[in-house]
């Protein structure tokens, strides 16, 4: 191998990074010095950052990371417990998201699915939604209460990961792309991860009395599929922080707001009280989903709220 050579982050874990290089070979790595230094309100180095290595020793495929590349998009949250705005990336330089949410146990929480798909469109990352476990439902249950988002514009997948059902279709659908896996806990990711690349053995936990499933996935890992492509695998969410999602943007990250605005009567229209408003005409002629209407308007207060904490008018390297 060459002295220097370039790659895709596998994980991060405690100081080491976990590269995949060009020719397959997986090396252990630090970070350059210089590197951490970096003063920057973003995750440094994150699962899926293209970096570059310098080889330390060859034979224990110990490495040193010297670069990293400028990430072209990422899946990102805000920081919890932060006072002020750190971008936690999630999975750098995705293809495409797969949100996966359950058909019961858990019971479906539609308002943090449209949080998931809200923090794809802000990304401009591809979405689409795999509802598991139709295995306790049947399919027709788990579409009465899904099916609305697919006239939306997001591809909908019904599938066991318990059965194998559905998952030969999730297979072809993920070859030759890099799709992050993202979701509540419990939903089952780790066991749909299990099932479309046999031989992992990714840790699934078992649902707590409450509900709520057991955080299985400490950090987000990516895995090379055989059929080509990478999967990743993420922590479960049970608060995702809109990361940089202005008020005065939200309607451009709903699909069936974002077609009507152009119709409203001023053009900063926010949807919410303003005359001559086209979006809130349609909601009213039952055009728009009211419970997409209800998660519109939760996600504009609290971008209200972040807003007026003074959040977004710090500059970004943290100097405020």
């Known amino acids: 191998m060459a002295l220097q050579s370039e790659g895709i982050v596998l994980r991060v874990y405690s100081d080491f990074v976990e590269v995949r290089t060009e020719d397959g070979v997986r090396w252990r790595c630090k970070l350059l010095g210089k590197l951490k230094r970096r003063r920057r309100r973003t995750t440094l180095i994150a699962a899926g950052d293209r970096v570059r290595i310098r080889v330390v020793d060859a034979e224990k495929h110990e490495g040193l990371i010297v670069a990293i590349a400028p990430r072209q998009r990422a899946l990102s949250r805000r920081r919890p417990g932060t006072l002020t705005p750190v971008e936690d990336v999630i999975l750098a330089n995705p293809d495409e998201i797969m949100v996966v949410f359950a058909a019961a146990e858990p019971e479906p929480n539609l308002f943090l699915l449209d949080r998931f798909l809200v923090a794809a469109e802000a990304s ?108 990743a695998d993420t922590p479960g969410l049970r608060e995702l922080g809109l990361w940089d999602v202005r008020p005065q943007e939200l309607s451009d990250y709903f699909p069936e707001i974002r077609a009507l605005s152009p119709q409203c009567r001023f053009s900063d229209c926010t949807h919410i009280n303003e005359p001559g408003c086209a979006v809130r005409a349609a909601w009213e002629r039952g055009e728009i989903h009211p419970h997409r209407w209800a998660s519109y308007q939760q996600l504009f207060q609290e971008a209200v709220q972040v807003q007026e904490q003074g959040f977004w008018n710090q500059d970004a390297d943290g100097s405020g």
């Open 124 to 231: 401009e990352i591809p979405a689409f939604i795999v509802i598991n476990k139709i295995d306790l439902t049947g399919e027709d249950r788990a579409r009465a209460i899904f099916g609305f988002y697919e006239p939306i514009g997001y591809p909908l997948y019904y599938v066991s990961a318990k059965e194998g059902t559905g998952i030969d279709t999730l297979r072809r659908h993920l070859k030759n792309h890099i799709t992050v896996v993202a979701g509540p806990s419990g939903a089952g990711k780790s066991s749909l991860i299990n099932r479309i690349q046999p031989g992992l053995n990714l840790r699934v936990g078992e649902l707590m009395r409450v509900g709520k499933g057991k955080h299985t996935t400490r950090w987000a890992q990516l895995y090379p599929l055989d059929q080509g492509g990478f999967i």
